[in-house]
């Protein structure tokens, strides 16, 4: 009993875990565009999040009528690639140590289609560490 309960369990965080990847946004995070610096520009953690709703709804596009596809904590870590102010496109690992393959040049201007998660969020609650 206790081992099926066990495997229901992974078995639900891994088919979550999929669905969040797989999140199809209204408005892309583009990233790119310069040969001579990374993809994404920036680099910051989401702050200044209060009670009674201490998390920021990460949104499939830059506005709150877009749908909500994620929730994150203060001090979540996230790049920053797109800008449509005062939105701006992130990109997030679901675990801590993936790399999100942002760190390199893009020549052309495309959209984010690599392992982590990514969406929208109000620039009130970034704080930038990089960028």
Not at 29 to 39: K, L, Y
Not at 73 to 80: C, I, L, P, Q, T
Not at 84 to 104: D, L, S
């Amino acid at each position: 009993m206790i081992k099926l309960a066990a495997l229901s369990a992974i078995a639900l965080a891994i088919s979550v875990s999929a669905f969040a990847q797989a999140v199809t946004l209204d408005v892309p995070v583009m990233m790119g565009g310069n040969p001579e610096i990374d993809a994404c520009q920036g680099y910051g953690e989401i702050a200044d999040l209060m009670p009674p709703d201490d998390f920021l709804s990460v949104r499939s596009g830059p506005a709150s009528r877009y749908r909500e596809i994620d929730r994150l904590k203060n001090g979540v870590k996230v790049f920053v690639c797109d800008d449509k102010t005062p939105w701006v496109g992130i990109v997030y690992p679901a675990t801590e140590n993936r790399n999100c393959k942002v760190g390199a040049a893009l020549a052309k201007r495309r959209a984010y289609a690599g392992p982590c998660k990514r969406g929208w969020i109000h620039r009130k609650y970034l704080k930038m560490l990089a960028g």
